[in-house]
């Protein structure tokens, strides 16, 4: 396995979706995989900032096909209006980048009356996804990226499906962050596994430390002071994205599927992470809590 990029397809004529596509690595990633000539549709909180990044990434890749789409992953009726605009303007879609993510320092409610972390990282993925689910299948053979992140072996003894949203344990918000990266990985193996007989494939990543404005807002001063001192360190935007544009758009990954990668190589996960028992839990309790079940 290369993963050195030499065999990135022309994405002419495919359709991509990505998360949060208006900053850091979801930014760096819809702009490769526009100038790989792919229709891009990026979603974002901010309808302003997700203009303004789509008038970037159209001047510097040189594809006008990329559009935003209004996403606010806490809100799970802002992801089913979400998934029924993009149903309604796109018959194909070929790619689904699942990026938008980040870490709180405080406790923080949704409008559904779910922790925040939990609902932004985990469960609205896990809705957008199943919301659009047909339309992938329809478009196969059609690949899902979940950007996932070494944070993930942090959650060292696994979920807690007593308090999966951390309300009765000290908050930490790093240590949810972490547990969110877990389900992640739990969702996206287990997600591979039910989709093992289509042309549908499922792989996870971790970006690396990459220097954007991500967890500036999380854990404390400790966190923050940290982010700072290794940020002379970090990986530029780009380089954060490359695995998931490999895992996009190369031959090579094209029939890879239930794999986890750190600079588009195989990597073993946590053991947590593969225990297949969890993550059949996870799934049930997501559906639930999404209006699924």
């Not at 995989?33 to 510097?60: C, F, Y």
């Not at 990226?145 to 908050?171: I, K, N």
């Not at 544009?245 to 195989?266: H, M, Q």
Request: proline share 2%; net charge neutral.
């Amino acid at each position: 396995m290369t993963g050195n990029g030499a065999d990135l397809g022309d994405m002419t004529g495919r359709t991509v979706v990505i998360t949060g596509g208006n900053s850091g690595i979801g930014r760096a990633t819809a702009m490769a995989l526009a100038g790989l000539g792919a229709r891009v549709v990026i979603t974002a909180r901010d309808v302003q900032k997700g203009a303004s990044a789509v008038t970037d990434i159209r001047r510097h890749s040189g594809n006008d096909a990329v559009s935003c789409v209004p996403l606010d992953l806490a809100s799970l009726a802002s992801v089913r209006t979400c998934a029924a605009e993009l149903l309604s303007h796109l018959d194909k879609i070929h790619v689904l980048d699942l990026n938008a993510g980040g870490v709180l320092a405080k406790r923080t409610m949704t409008e559904d009356s779910l922790e925040m972390q939990f609902q932004a990282n985990h469960l609205g993925h896990f809705l957008l996804t199943h919301l659009l689910m047909d339309r992938l299948r329809q478009s196969a053979p059609a690949r899902i990226v979940v950007v996932s992140s070494w944070g993930h072996t942090q959650a060292r003894d696994g979920l807690d499906f007593e308090d999966l949203q951390w309300m009765t344990r000290p908050y930490r918000g790093s240590f949810v962050y972490s547990a969110t990266k877990l389900m992640n990985l739990l969702f996206s193996f287990e997600l591979a596994r039910r989709l093992a007989d289509t042309e549908v494939t499922v792989n996870a990543l971790h970006p690396g430390f990459v220097a954007s404005g991500f967890a500036m807002d999380g854990d404390t001063a400790w966190l923050r002071l940290g982010i700072v001192v290794a940020r002379p360190f970090a990986r530029s935007p780009q380089k954060g994205a490359a695995t998931a544009v490999w895992l996009a758009a190369s031959d090579e990954a094209k029939a890879i599927t239930g794999g986890y990668f750190v600079n588009c190589r195989p990597r073993a996960t946590s053991k947590a992470a593969i225990d297949v028992d969890a993550a059949r839990r996870l799934w049930e309790v997501s559906e639930e809590l999404a209006g699924l079940s």
